[in-house]
């Protein structure tokens, strides 16, 4: 069994989640919320990959695949002249709230386990047992 994808928290929701060229084809590529906080934490922000993924409460590793797809889908978009739609994926404004499956408890804390009964069956609240977050933000 795969293990379940943890939210990944971002600090940024964009005013405007839509960027075409003037001119250009009717193509376009979809970036993810979580790979637009990646751009701004890395490359408007300056910060180290580490920070970013504690930042962001994923690993490092997990960090850099989000910010390599998001570059790509950059690239492909400005080198041929593609819009660019944010919206979708797998994010939490602001801290992830977790259920314990063993005991219920809804709690907080970034912890791979329950602070009640000490559990390792947590998973994303708001992915109500599938362990994935549905988008939080409302309105897109």
């Keep these: 069994m ?3 994808i943890r939210c990944r928290r971002v600090e940024f929701l964009p005013r405007f989640n839509y960027f075409s060229p ?5 193509d376009e590529v979809q970036l993810k919320v979580e790979e637009l906080e ?24 997990t ?3 989000i910010l390599e797809e998001a570059r790509k889908k950059v690239a492909d978009a400005l080198v041929n002249g ?3 739609r944010i919206e979708g994926g797998n994010y939490v404004f602001g801290n992830c ?14 912890k791979d386990e329950c602070p009640e009964c000490h ?5 994303c609240h708001r992915g109500k ?12």
């Design 2 to 4: 795969p293990r379940p």
């Design 22 to 26: 003037r001119e250009g084809s009717n």
């Design 38 to 61: 990646a751009i701004r934490l890395k490359d408007l922000e300056g910060l180290m990959q580490e920070e970013c993924a504690q930042k962001m409460q994923v690993s490092r590793q």
């Design 63 to 65: 960090f850099q695949l």
């Design 82 to 84: 593609k819009a660019i």
């Design 97 to 110: 709230k977790y259920t314990c499956l063993n005991c219920g408890k809804v709690f907080e804390l970034d």
């Design 119 to 123: 559990s390792s069956q947590v998973v």
């Design 129 to 140: 047992g599938r362990g994935h977050c549905f988008r939080h933000h409302r309105g897109w």
